[in-house]
Structure formats: structure tokens, C-alpha cells
């Protein structure tokens, strides 16, 4: 086949379009935990609540809740993954062959976020939040009241389950007022489905009376925690407003390098396609979460 540029333009935007498809067809999950945050720099600085206020009766003047009370910065990172299309596939017409490739192009870009997501929520034991502790840790500050947590070591299991509920769902602001969380989803490895299906979906327990956790949260099994023990109380209950932030800088865009003048067809004899963006992961408040390591006995 003679390699003119209207090949070598029709082939380029068949990849991109199957680039797209792949891109489409992702289910991800990343959605569940983490609410999506624009960037328009380098990184963001987040203002957050020392904790979650709530209303108040009006008397006298406003009590003002200093929005600016943290420093939290969440700073982007570029990721690209690229692939090559050999030149003489272009001239034996033999590009039939990439439609998979390209597809899986746009697959692992969409999939990208979740790739970030989970592992983030697997190290919020050893990484810090808005507030200098541990996303989950057992000292978080809270003004006057007593320091809480939201962490536990233990396996799951329904008397630990019920404790983190609790933990949650006892949880005060800084002036003594309950925060009304009320944990939606247990978040949990492949190792605990039969222990979570047991504590969440069946209607007896061990011995037979009701059980009263049925339904209680939406248990999510995930795939990035396949190696750990780990499981995670969530109140997903504020569309606006979730345990993770995923920051976006720039969407993923396919880029190319396709002209017969560039040096990777002049010397390696490769069309050179990618995808590339600019994002980051962090924490939101604290409050809305519960991580046990899992580690210890049930």
C-alpha cells in the first residue's frame, strides 16, 4: 500500500476512535468513594472545616467557621502510557491486528482513577490529612471534645463491624453536636466476601435469630485490596462531598506522532500513539470514614 498522509490520517483516527470506545466502556468504580475535584494549576490548597459545624439557633451575632482553618494541598502528577504501530503494518495493510491494543489503550486510561483510588484508601493508615493526623488514626483532634478515631487493627467480623457503626455513628463536631454520619458502605477485599455477605446480607445469624445489620450499609468488594486484610466503614450519604478526592488538571487526551517526517518513523520505523492527563488523589474530612487494618484476630 502506498503510505500517504490520508492513509496514514484515516488509520490515526480509526485508533482514536477505538481509543475512545475503550475509554467508554469502562465501569469504574472510583466513583463510590471519591468525589471529583477540578484543578486549574499545579496543585490546590484545600480550605476544609476543622469539622463538619451544622446549623445553630441565631442569637446575637454569626459565628463564623473559618473555611481557611487548613493548608491541605494536593498537588498534580502527569501519567501518560503510549504504544507503537510499526510502519510496515501501515504499508502491508495489516493494521486490523491493533483494534485490540487500542482498545485496551483506552481501557487502561479509564481505568487509571481506580488505580489510584483504592491504593490511596489502603494507605490512609500511613498518609496524612487536613488535619496532621493519619486519614485513619485513633487521636484526631476536635477542638474541646476528646480526640476520636477511626481506625481499628482487628479482622472483620460482626462485633467489630458493630463497633466501627457505632464509632461512626456517635461521632460529635467541635462544639459537642452530632454529626449525623451514618456509614452507607463497607468497602472490603475478595478474602471477606462470605464474612461480610454473613454480617450484611444474610437474614440469620448463627443462631437463627434475625439479623440485624441486613442491609444495614452496601458491601463493595475491591479488586486493588485482593492482598490485604483491610476493610472500611464509608457515609456516602453527601453527593458533594466523599472520603477521597480525586483532583482533575486535564481529562486524558490521545496524542500522536504520526508524520512520515518524525524521527520515530525516520529512525525506528514506529507511529508512535498515547494517551496522557494530569490528576492526583488526597483526603477529604476524616469523619466520613473508618479503616480497621485488619491485622489482628476477629
Known amino acids: ?124 493508615f500511613t498518609t496524612l490529612c487536613h488535619d496532621g493526623k493519619y486519614m485513619f488514626a485513633t487521636d484526631h483532634p476536635n477542638g474541646k471534645q476528646t480526640a476520636w478515631s477511626n481506625k481499628g487493627t482487628k479482622k472483620i467480623s460482626q462485633t467489630n463491624f458493630e463497633a466501627a457503626y457505632v464509632a461512626m455513628s456517635t461521632l460529635v463536631n467541635e462544639n459537642g453536636k452530632p454529626l449525623a454520619i451514618k456509614p452507607t458502605h463497607l468497602f472490603h477485599g475478595p478474602t471477606d466476601r462470605s464474612t461480610v455477605f454473613a454480617i450484611v446480607k444474610s437474614t440469620k445469624l448463627d443462631d437463627l435469630t434475625d439479623n440485624p445489620n441486613l442491609n444495614l450499609v452496601e458491601p463493595v468488594e475491591i479488586p486493588w485490596f485482593a492482598a490485604s486484610r483491610a476493610w472500611f466503614l464509608a457515609d456516602l450519604s453527601r453527593p458533594y462531598l466523599k472520603p477521597i478526592i480525586l483532583q482533575r488538571r486535564k481529562a486524558p487526551q490521545f496524542v500522536m506522532k504520526n508524520s512520515v517526517t518524525d524521527d520515530n518513523v525516520f529512525f525506528q520505523k514506529e507511529f508512535i500513539y498515547g494517551a496522557d492527563d494530569r490528576k492526583a488523589v488526597g483526603w477529604s474530612l476524616p469523619q466520613l470514614a473508618y479503616g480497621s487494618t485488619g491485622v489482628d484476630a476477629a
Open 1 to 124: 500500500m502506498l503510505l500517504s498522509k490520508q492513509v496514514i490520517d484515516e488509520a490515526s483516527e480509526g485508533f482514536r476512535l477505538l481509543f475512545q470506545q475503550g475509554l467508554d466502556s469502562v465501569k469504574a468504580m472510583w466513583q463510590t468513594a471519591a468525589m471529583e475535584s477540578p484543578s486549574t494549576g499545579d496543585s490546590e490548597t484545600y480550605g476544609w472545616l476543622k469539622s463538619l459545624p451544622g446549623m445553630r439557633e441565631w442569637l446575637g451575632d454569626r459565628v463564623v467557621n473559618n473555611l481557611a482553618a487548613s493548608d491541605y494541598n494536593i498537588k498534580n502528577r502527569d501519567y501518560e502510557l503510549t504504544v507503537s504501530v510499526p510502519r510496515n503494518a501501515f504499508e502491508d495493510d495489516k493494521l486490523g491486528v491493533f483494534r485490540a491494543p487500542f482498545l485496551g489503550l483506552g481501557d487502561s486510561v479509564g481505568r487509571s482513577p481506580d488505580e489510584l483510588v483504592w491504593p490511596h484508601l489502603l494507605a490512609g
